[in-house]
């Protein structure tokens, strides 16, 4: 029974109504695989077993009489920050997880499906790095080696679903959350079309907040291609449990690989899998940036930094408005935009600066609009570099080694997730296979504004065709 766990959300669905397993029966499992990796992954941080296996046996009961929702009986952990009835968003924060919240709109809604929600998944603080580490729980590993990330945001939910824990994970992603721990972990996620989705219950922003944050998305995480729609056709309205797969042979793909930094073991990756989509009938073209890179980095930076400066305490956001004079100064005399200057200047930005960022923003998503008449959508990679070992250094020292010596800045994270967040546009993020180091490296497919279903039906072509999660060895 244990190799049901293999299995992705629709095939133990599938073993739920074939009744070779109760739902209790598969709770059990996913409880009993938790205690076996969480010592060397730290992924689940938080359960909820009781609630969980009352809602199991009424998960069973439901079956008997042949009635439920699409995902009755499925066993599932969340993202630490959703707040969950009886376990409240911490986002690594000890204040948070003292409340007694509601659902988040998208666990409400899971839930109403018929999942089991059992556990909350680690994160870094305020959701705010690559890397899924906090006081409160400590760090999340890799399980493909855990000297290393698993990518953050979302790194809990990626580390967890790699890992056999669970099956359908929900993420958010403002900087890269839900792409980056797909990428390090070898799993698929999907950024949806930015608004299609509810944020209520997210935190960030603090409890209670009613505005949806721009930039911000939550979306689907899974094994399959074919479980992102199906989590996602429950979490928003309008998208299909199921459609016709894209046709390979009809298929036309901008490859972009230039105009930022990139490690070349990720670059032999994302060339392969292009190698192998053309031997499969698909038109893969390289293209140079789909949009001027100054004019996209600079408007993102202030556009996110804007945001992620409200979630700072009070006094660190008025230490840094004290610095804009010093920073501006510093900038003039040559400092880099991804120095502590540039960062300061984005995160004290005036409203003026932020309409001026809004307006490029506008002006992008134009020119996208126009890159996509000849494309269905456009292959790029997520990440500089594959998953990179645990660093706490302040962001301003960190920096990410190449597989050839090179060495490149942190906030170079950002670079390849920037265009479709800041444009609002859609990503399905796929294995492409493993670096030469043995680390997993994915993919963006990134569609027009609205075409969450293109790029889930691309995915899930490419998934059947070509094949996409690979277990990591076991620990």
């Known amino acids: 029974m244990a190799d049901l766990l293999a299995r992705d959300a629709t095939g ?31 992924a689940v941080i938080a359960a909820d077993v009781e609630r969980a296996l009352d809602l ?24 630490d920050t959703f707040d969950v009835i009886g376990m409240a968003a911490s986002s690594g924060i000890e204040a948070l997880r003292r409340r007694k919240p509601d659902d988040a709109a998208v666990v409400a809604a899971a839930r109403q499906a018929g999942a089991v929600i059992w556990g ?8 705010a790095d690559w890397q899924s580490f906090n006081p409160l729980y400590g760090a999340t590993n890799n399980p493909w080696d855990p000297t290393r990330v698993p990518g953050g945001s979302s790194g809990g939910a990626a580390a967890a679903l790699a890992a056999g824990v669970t099956a359908l994970e929900i993420g ?5 959350s839900l792409r980056v721990p797909a990428s390090f972990c070898g799993v698929f996620s999907h950024k949806p079309t930015w608004g299609l989705v509810s944020q209520v219950g997210h935190v960030p922003p603090a409890p209670g907040t009613h505005a949806e944050r721009d930039l911000n998305v939550v979306g689907p995480m899974a094994r ?15 998208v299909p449990a199921k459609a016709e797969l894209a046709d390979l042979k009809t298929l036309k793909l901008g490859l972009w690989l230039d105009g930022f930094p990139l490690d070349p073991e990720v670059r032999a990756v994302l060339e392969d899998l292009a190698g192998r989509l053309r031997a499969a009938g698909v038109e893969v073209r390289p293209i140079s940036a789909p949009a ?11 556009l996110l930094g804007s945001l992620v400066a409200t979630d700072m305490p009070p006094k660190a956001q008025h230490a840094m408005r004290r610095m804009r004079g010093p920073a501006a100064l510093a900038l003039a005399l040559g400092a880099g935009r991804d120095s502590w200057a540039g960062l300061t200047r984005a995160y004290t930005a005036s409203h003026a600066e932020w309409i001026a960022a809004d307006e490029v923003r506008a002006r992008l998503r134009s020119t996208m609009s126009d890159a996509f008449e000849a494309f269905d959508a456009i292959l790029a990679p997520v990440a ?55 680390l997993p490296v994915g993919a963006q497919i990134i569609g027009p504004h609205g075409a969450d279903s293109r790029t889930l039906s691309i995915a899930q072509a490419i998934d059947e065709a070509l094949g996409g999660y690979v277990a990591p060895p076991p620990g």
């Open 292 to 302: 001027p890179l100054d004019q996209l980095m600079d408007a993102y930076r202030v």
């Open 224 to 238: 399959s291609a074919r479980d992102l729609r199906l989590l996602l056709s429950i979490l928003a309205e309008g």
């Open 120 to 127: 909350k998944t680690n994160v870094p603080v305020m959701a």
């Open 12 to 42: 133990q669905l599938s073993a739920l109504r074939a009744k070779e397993v109760s739902a209790v029966e598969l709770l059990k499992l996913a409880l009993a695989r938790h205690e076996q990796t969480h010592a060397r992954l730290n």
């Open 56 to 79: 199991a046996k009424a998960a069973d009961d439901l079956r008997a009489k042949k009635a439920g929702g699409p995902l009755t009986g499925l066993p599932m952990t969340i993202k």
């Open 172 to 176: 958010s992603d403002i900087g890269g």
């Open 384 to 438: 500089p570099t594959v998953a990179f070992p645990h660093d706490y250094k302040p962001f301003a020292g960190r920096k990410l080694k190449t597989s050839d010596g090179g060495i490149i800045p942190y906030p170079a994270m950002l670079n390849w997730i920037a265009l479709a967040t800041a444009c609002h546009l859609p990503v399905t993020t796929v294995p492409a296979g493993l670096a030469a180091s043995g």
